[in-house]
């Protein structure tokens, strides 16, 4: 029991202080970064509308993958199962936590007509924890970079400044 509720706090905690979770969907491969508010025990996320944040993935009933990071450091401090629940529009839930939503949602196309917008054409989803903490890699998980033509800037040449203060002087 005590395990269990150390597993609660920690998942809160660290949640309610990191403004961006990682959320791989239930049969997904790979996560996702979401910002997000912590609202009366669960993590509320608003997408997949302009604008916002893609929630493609993300099913009423379904479940999720969520990993907290590190605001100061940005490593993984935990992982946890979430059961995904969607709020409708206009009942309290959805209003409570679009309220909170609304407090944090930055650079907002529309300002306060925002609420409206997401009424008629987001989905609000709440990600509530199962009670599950699943245990952290031994890797890091790091994939490789793709490649491409793009390079690393070098530094300059030597005779460079010269070649530069000869044309300012000519000029």
Do not use: I, Y
Not at 89 to 97: Q, T
Not at 99 to 120: F, I, Q, S
Not at 144 to 165: D, M, N, Q, Y
Request: charged share 25%.
């Amino acid at each position: 029991m005590t395990n269990e509720l150390l597993d609660q706090a920690l998942v809160e905690e660290a949640t309610k202080k990191s403004g961006l979770v990682w959320v791989r969907p239930e049969g997904a491969a790979a996560a996702r970064a979401l910002w997000h508010v912590w609202h009366e025990g669960a993590a509320c996320l608003v997408g997949d509308g302009p604008g916002e944040q893609p929630l493609s993935g993300l099913a009423d009933g379904g479940r999720a993958e969520v990993t907290v990071r590190s605001k100061d450091k940005g490593g993984r401090l935990v992982s946890w199962t979430a059961r995904v629940v969607q709020l409708a529009p206009g009942g309290e839930a959805w209003d409570a936590a679009v309220a909170e939503l609304k407090g944090k949602r930055l650079n907002a196309p529309d300002g306060e007509a925002m609420t409206g917008r997401w009424a008629r054409e987001c989905r609000v989803l709440r990600l509530e924890p199962t009670g599950t903490t699943l245990p952290l890699p031994e890797d890091s998980l790091a994939a490789v970079p793709a490649p491409t033509p793009a390079t690393t800037r070098r530094p300059a040449p030597a005779g460079l400044p010269r070649l530069l203060a000869r044309r300012r002087k000519r000029t």
